[in-house]
């Protein structure tokens, strides 16, 4: 039997993270709820940093198996340069294991510099990651095709298998920049026509400014916030609705940074619910305290009448789900509950809900067909290659405009900044205005 020890770094690292995985299952048992609140959102974020860490591990190793080891073996590193690309892709490996440890210990009014490089170089390591991968598949399959033996000349193949790593490293420095650049534009206004089945006549026309995925955090500060609440004042929406990730951080600590939000002053109200990230905190009860103290509503599987500036008797339901990840892991209290979410809100009325994952716009529609209007976030629009893939199929409704039925819409948006990574490859941030249309 093959003993810890005799196991290969790869092996090592993946029971690492099993390892890791099984305590975080364990820690949202019964048990360890008695655990005192702060004790349990350091232990849960602590585990989430270790078991991505460990995972990371297995990438790490190959990418300097690919980019360091592969060129110890030629007449490369006998040159002067080989040793300082050794510390390079060291450090780079560093910074990006790094990037979510910053969560516990660098988050502050704005940005520090440390965690803007860690999550940039988090980003880059995923495109590296991806496209080492995808370059040795390619190689390897030119290979079964050519039917190429193993008397191949040594050293066609040694200056072959320098290529791939080169390339890769080139290609991911060029898509990081590009990332960087996308990433730090304003993010683009959207404007959306809704019609909304049943809206009342004196409601045409009103304007709803949509918000998602802000994620204030480790790379996103006080700045960013109050340029997006200058953008959002600029549209002057009857309503605006924040649908989750408003934060990765305990409110006491980011407090500052939140203050920009204060200034929002949409006549008809500015509302919020909970987002994965919210959970992530267990701190959902001091950002609701916070958000009112902004004059900010969390709809907390609740419902308000929204009524016409015009007519006091022309109203629609505006309903806020609880994030489904409340139910995964156990927040008390919490949880995503659209029976009560919707109470005493009935087909008679137009209704729109907030919900921050598109699954639970599923889920909801299955519930109530008769909602006319889901506004969602989550996606981030995949927010970088090569994860828009993944974002794509895990998720029912992806990003936009969809619309399920005869009388219901399904909007998505693409996210207003970014988590950790301030990059964008293949998606935009966006602020979206919505106009509702009545029939």
């Given at each position: 039997m093959i003993s810890f020890k005799q196991l290969p770094l790869e092996a090592k690292a993946a029971v690492a993270a099993g390892v890791v995985f099984f305590s975080m299952m364990l820690s949202r048992s019964y048990p360890a709820e008695q655990l005192e609140l702060r004790t349990r959102r350091w232990l849960l974020r602590l585990q989430m940093a270790l078991f991505a860490n460990a995972l990371m591990l297995i990438g790490s190793l190959h990418v300097w198996r690919s980019t360091v080891t592969t060129f110890s073996r030629s007449s490369a590193a006998s040159s002067f340069c080989f040793m300082p690309w050794k510390i390079a892709v060291f450090m780079f490996l560093?910074?990006?294991?790094?990037?979510?440890?910053?969560?516990?210990?660098?988050?502050?009014?704005?940005?520090?510099?440390?965690?803007?490089?860690?999550?940039?170089?988090?980003?880059?390591?995923?495109?590296?990651?991806?496209?080492?991968?995808?370059?040795?598949?390619?190689?390897?399959?030119?290979?079964?095709?050519?039917?190429?033996?193993?008397?191949?000349?040594?050293?066609?193949?040694?200056?072959?298998?320098?290529?791939?790593?080169?390339?890769?490293?080139?290609?991911?420095?060029?898509?990081?920049?590009?990332?960087?650049?996308?990433?730090?534009?304003?993010?683009?206004?959207?404007?959306?026509?809704?019609?909304?089945?049943?809206?009342?006549?004196?409601?045409?026309?009103?304007?709803?400014?949509?918000?998602?995925?802000?994620?204030?955090?480790?790379?996103?500060?006080?700045t960013k916030l109050a340029m997006i609440v200058r953008m959002v004042k600029a549209l002057k929406p009857d309503i605006t609705v924040i649908v989750g990730d408003l934060t990765d951080s305990?409110?006491?600590?980011?407090?500052?940074?939140?203050?920009?939000?204060?200034?929002?002053?949409?006549?008809?109200?500015?509302?919020?619910?909970?987002?994965?990230?919210?959970?992530?905190?267990?701190?959902?009860?001091?950002?609701?305290?916070?958000?009112?103290?902004?004059?900010?509503?969390?709809?907390?599987?609740?419902?308000?009448?929204?009524v016409s500036p015009k007519s006091t008797d022309d109203w629609f339901c505006l309903a806020g789900v609880d994030d489904i990840e409340a139910d995964v892991l156990r927040y008390s209290g919490h949880g995503m509950d659209l029976k009560k979410a919707l109470r005493d809100c009935?087909?008679?009325?137009?209704?729109?809900?907030?919900?921050?994952?598109?699954?639970?716009?599923k889920?909801?529609?299955?519930?109530?067909?008769?909602?006319?209007?889901?506004?969602?976030?989550?996606?981030?629009?995949?927010?970088?290659?090569?994860?828009?893939?993944?974002?794509?199929f895990l998720n029912p409704f992806f990003v936009g405009l969809y619309k399920v039925g005869q009388n219901t819409f399904v909007y998505v948006s693409s996210g207003t900044m970014y988590f950790g990574i301030p990059m964008r490859l293949g998606s935009r941030a966006e602020i979206t205005e919505i106009i509702l249309r009545s029939p």
């Open positions: 560093a910074l990006a294991h790094s990037s979510f440890f910053t969560l516990l210990f660098l988050v502050a009014e704005e940005p520090y510099f440390f965690s803007l490089a860690a999550y940039t170089c988090l980003g880059a390591y995923i495109i590296l990651i991806f496209f080492l991968f995808a370059l040795g598949s390619v190689e390897q399959a030119y290979k079964f095709l050519a039917r190429r033996g193993t008397k191949a000349d040594t050293g066609n193949k040694n200056s072959r298998t320098a290529i791939k790593p080169v390339l890769a490293v080139m290609l991911t420095v060029v898509l990081t920049v590009m990332g960087l650049l996308n990433a730090s534009q304003p993010p683009t206004v959207n404007s959306v026509e809704i019609p909304v089945h049943k809206l009342p006549s004196t409601m045409n026309n009103l304007k709803v400014v949509l918000l998602s995925d802000i994620h204030l955090g480790p790379t996103v500060g006080k305990e409110a006491e600590i980011i407090r500052p940074a939140v203050e920009p939000l204060g200034e929002l002053n949409s006549p008809l109200g500015t509302y919020f619910v909970t987002g994965n990230h919210e959970y992530y905190t267990s701190d959902v009860s001091n950002w609701f305290e916070l958000l009112k103290s902004f004059n900010i509503q969390p709809l907390h599987n609740e419902n308000v009448k929204i009935s087909s008679e009325h137009a209704i729109v809900l907030l919900a921050h994952q598109p699954i639970a716009a889920w909801a529609l299955q519930e109530r067909p008769d909602i006319n209007l889901i506004l969602s976030g989550h996606t981030h629009g995949g927010q970088m290659f090569p994860l828009n893939a993944g974002a794509y």
